[in-house]
């Protein structure tokens, strides 16, 4: 019974030419424009948000070789040079030279790395205060 009243109901709907109100059809497009316009926003700050990510990724990494090939090379020289050492005084001085040139080579590199560290941290921070105020922006309208 459903079906013999369905299928000429449907008949009509199919065939029936209803327009669409002017006022509807303006409210979708309103609310696409702005969907739209939000997604650019978001879409814009996620990549913000990845390029800082991988800005701070390769920052950290060209500290991280560096300071390898840094510590690397000295203790190769200071290697050599006990090679070349005639006496155990000899040895003790390059030995004592090493460790005060590395305790504060490792100062310098702890002071690098804190900073960058830092700056990381506060080009993140910028990044997601912008994202809050894109989403902050976006949601209000």
């Known amino acids: 019974m459903n079906q013999q009243l369905a299928k000429p109901l449907n008949d009509m709907i199919r065939g029936a030419q209803i327009q669409v109100p002017e006022q509807i059809r303006e409210m979708v497009e309103e609310g696409l424009k702005n969907t739209r316009t939000s997604w650019d926003a978001i879409s814009s700050s ?10 701070a990724t390769q920052a950290l990494g060209d500290q991280v070789v560096s300071n390898m090939t840094t510590n690397i090379d000295a203790t190769l020289d200071a290697v050599q040079a006990l ?23 490792m100062m310098k590199q702890w002071n690098e790395w804190m ?3 830092m700056k990381v941290g506060q080009d ?8 809050a105020t894109t989403a902050t922006r976006t949601a209000k309208r």
Not at 46 to 52: M, T
């Open 115 to 117: 900073s960058l560290s």
């Open 124 to 131: 993140t921070a910028a990044t997601v205060s912008s994202m």
């Open 83 to 105: 090679t070349k050492a005639r006496t155990l005084s000899d040895v003790q001085s390059i030995q004592a030279k090493f460790v005060q040139d590395h305790m504060a080579r």
């Open 46 to 55: 996620l990549n913000d948000a990845a390029a800082v990510q991988t800005n």
